[in-house]
């Protein structure tokens, strides 16, 4: 199992935002963060429900690229 900096190096580069991760595993988004940061330790139940639910929607946002792509709509869109 990952640790909780892996963890956040996980999400950020996934492009997931904290806040969307936290209402699919329910928890505070202070938690999340207080977690990632080593200030708190989750138990291992815990643990493992937010990377389960990371991996969930790592894969999800995979699948709907892989969608985006073959319509042929752009899968990164600047907010400049």
Same mark, same amino acid.
């Given at each position: 199992?990952?640790?909780?900096?892996?963890?956040?190096?996980?999400?950020?580069?996934? !492009?997931?935002?904290?806040?969307?991760?936290?209402?699919?595993?329910? /928890? #505070?988004?202070?938690?999340?963060?207080? @977690? &990632?940061? !080593?200030?708190?330790?989750?138990?291992?139940?815990?643990?493992?429900? /937010? #990377?389960?639910?990371?991996?969930?929607? @790592? &894969?999800?946002?995979?699948?709907?690229?892989?969608?985006?792509?073959?319509?042929?709509?752009?899968?990164?869109?600047?907010?400049?």
């Amino acid at each position: 199992m990952i640790d909780a900096a892996t963890l956040k190096t996980k999400r950020a580069g996934a !492009g997931i935002a904290g806040k969307i991760l936290c209402k699919k595993c329910g /928890i #505070a988004r202070s938690r999340l963060s207080d @977690i &990632e940061r !080593g200030y708190v330790t989750s138990s291992p139940e815990e643990f493992g429900r /937010i #990377a389960k639910a990371l991996d969930e929607l @790592i &894969e999800a946002k995979s699948l709907i690229d892989h969608v985006a792509v073959s319509v042929g709509w752009p899968i990164r869109v600047r907010h400049d």
